[in-house]
Every structure is written in C-alpha cells, then in structure tokens.
C-alpha cells in the first residue's frame, strides 16, 4: 500500500472535506463560480490545490481567505474539518456584504 501523505487534492473536494459546502455538487458550483487560487482565477473544480496556496472566494454574504494547511483525506467533523485550513480574513458581520448589491 501507498502510506505516503497526499500532497495535492481537488479544489471541490477540498471545500467539502473542510466543510464549507454540504455536498461535492455544492462545492463544484462553488468552484464554477470562481475561485482565486493565489491570486489566479479558477472555474474548474478539478484544479489542483495544495499546502500552502491560499484560496479567495464569496460564500454567502462574505468574501473567505483561507491558507490550505493540509488537503486531508475525508469529510470529518467540524472540530477535523477546521484543521484543513488556516482562515486568514475571518468573517464579521461589519466585512459582510451589502444585500442589495445592483
């Protein structure tokens, strides 16, 4: 068997394993909406991330800034989920963005 630690994983897997969409399918249109990896825009929720890049991206009323510290290997609880990332712009309700937006 293969135990060496996953160094890369899918953008959509990501945001599910770490909780910030319910389902894959979720996720993917999260992705196809677009998603900033390190300052590049990405619309594919194939697209690699790994380690280290940071991922820019509107949910809900807020805009996320997130560190990926580590992909993981499973959809766990929020307590695990959290270890994924680092949240680099945490939301407040004075970031959140206006509701009517033109």
Known sequence: MNEEPQLKIRLDKFLWH????KTRSLAAKLCEAGIRVDGTL???P???VRPGQV???AL???IRVIEVVQVGIRR???EEARTLYRDL?????ETAMPR???
Do not use: E, N
């Open 76 to 78: 766990g609880p929020p």
């Open 42 to 44: 990405v619309a594919k």
């Open 100 to 102: 009517d937006l033109p």
């Open 89 to 93: 712009a945490p939301p407040t309700p």
């Open 18 to 21: 770490a909780r910030f969409a």
């Open 46 to 48: 194939g697209a690699l």
């Open 55 to 57: 991922l820019t991206f």
């Open 60 to 62: 809900g009323r807020h």
